[in-house]
């Protein structure tokens, strides 16, 4: 009688292996951010965690696809690169949409509409626009929108960072002459320090964010608008704009 319940049992382990549905193996989708870009993704200095608003948008995505995610700190430049080379399944770091890059990785729909701007100091009267940057030193995170921006503006001297608060503070002593970056991180910066900055002109650009995805993985793509298709209906993209923006 034993051997009898002992078989069955065997046999019904064997049954929860082979039965689809039963205690599936879930592998980590690991997503990649540059935890430098306040309100977006930054490391909060008391928790020492990744937060921001990005982070809460793929933390949503992820809940209402299914999916397990870890993100992981890096760099922006190794970020871009590792994407290309699929050394992440995917990424989430306020990145545009372009041509160019559409060429390196995937991308999810967008989740939300930016700009670049100019950022000067308080009393700073030469600078009113993007043509007022003619002889002047921008900065801007390497790699970003901004960046490219700055290169199309002839005579205008272009200074990069890996890291933007870098770029704020070099122009709050007077190293560098404007930044341009999003306006709703250029937004930030002035809100915090209203004696230092102002932002100048019209916004430059219109930009969309999207989620980064390994160029292997198509149906991993399917998963994230699926997830952001339910995110976008329930409204938490507004809440989390008014939450963080």
């Keep these: 009688m034993k051997k009898l319940f002992g078989y069955v049992l065997i046999g019904l382990a064997l049954v929860s292996l082979v039965l ?5 193996k879930t ?9 430098t870009w306040p309100p977006f993704e930054y490391v909060d200095e008391h928790t020492k965690e990744i937060v921001g608003f990005d982070i809460d948008v793929m ?12 993100f992981k700190n890096v760099a922006w430049d190794p970020l871009l690169a590792g994407m290309a080379l699929c050394q992440y399944d995917a990424a989430i770091s306020s990145i545009t949409i372009t041509e160019e890059r559409k060429e390196q990785f995937l991308f ?13 100091q308080i009393d700073n ?6 043509d007022a940057l003619s002889g002047k030193v921008a900065g801007a995170q390497i790699g970003t929108t ?5 290169e199309k ?11 933007i608060g870098l770029a704020f503070q070099d122009l709050m002593n007077g190293q560098i002459d404007a930044i341009v970056a999003d306006n709703p991180l250029a937004l930030l910066y002035v809100g915090e320090y209203p004696d230092k900055f102002k932002t100048v002109g019209e916004v430059l650009t219109e930009e969309n964010y999207g ?10 793509v399917e998963k994230i608008n699926d997830g952001l298709r339910a995110v976008k209906e329930e409204g938490l993209i507004e809440e989390l704009v008014e939450k963080w923006l």
Excluded: M, N
């Design 20 to 24: 689809p549905g039963c205690a599936p």
């Design 146 to 150: 901004g960046s490219f921006e700055i």
């Design 153 to 163: 503006i002839e005579g205008a001297t272009l200074r990069t960072y890996d890291d």
């Design 211 to 220: 989620i980064a995805v390994c160029k292997d993985k198509p149906d991993l």
């Design 27 to 35: 592998t980590k989708v690991v997503v990649a951010t540059d935890a």
């Design 108 to 120: 999810s729909d967008p989740y939300f509409e930016a700009g670049q701007i100019i950022v000067v």
């Design 59 to 70: 933390t949503a995505i992820a809940e209402k696809a299914g999916i397990e995610i870890e």
């Design 125 to 130: 009267t030469d600078i009113t626009d993007k």
